[in-house]
Nanobody
Framework: QVQVVESGGGLVQPGGSLRLSCAASGTISIIYGMTWYRQVPGKQRELVAT???????NYADSVKGRFTISRANTMKTVYLQMNSLKFDDTAVYYC??????????????WGQGTQVTVSS
């Protein structure tokens, strides 16, 4: 079993910063990538930032230059540093882990989400 847990959400004023954390645990043999998504009610979940096992990363155009995805010593923990936050960044942020476990095939695991609210 693999679990993904996000943390670090909260209430922040426009222009402020937050750092989200995502930790994957369990019988993981390979992590292919870790991705942050976000979703607001009534809209589709959208990709925010992704980091692949080789270290490359990609960002949604809406967050480029403001958000940075990084990892700890291993890919099991990734962070999303969010600066210059805007009202439109308000959403539930989800972490997705693309993994392979021992004796199993490759699959994706989602966290429960963490709320980020940008408000004055």
């Amino acid at each position: 079993q693999v679990q993904v847990v996000e943390s670090g959400g909260g209430l922040v004023q426009p222009g402020g910063s937050l750092r989200l954390s995502c930790a994957a645990s369990g019988t993981i043999s390979i992590i292919y990538g870790m991705t942050w998504y976000r979703q607001v009610p009534g809209k589709q979940r959208e990709l925010v930032a992704t980091m692949r096992s080789g270290g490359s990363s990609n960002y949604a155009d809406s967050v480029k230059g403001r958000f940075t995805i990084s990892r700890a010593n291993t890919m099991k923990t990734v962070y999303l540093q969010m600066n210059s936050l805007k009202f439109d960044d308000t959403a539930v942020y989800y972490c997705n882990a693309d993994v392979q476990t021992w004796g199993s095939s490759r699959y994706e695991v989602w966290g429960q989400g963490t709320q980020v609210t940008v408000s004055s």
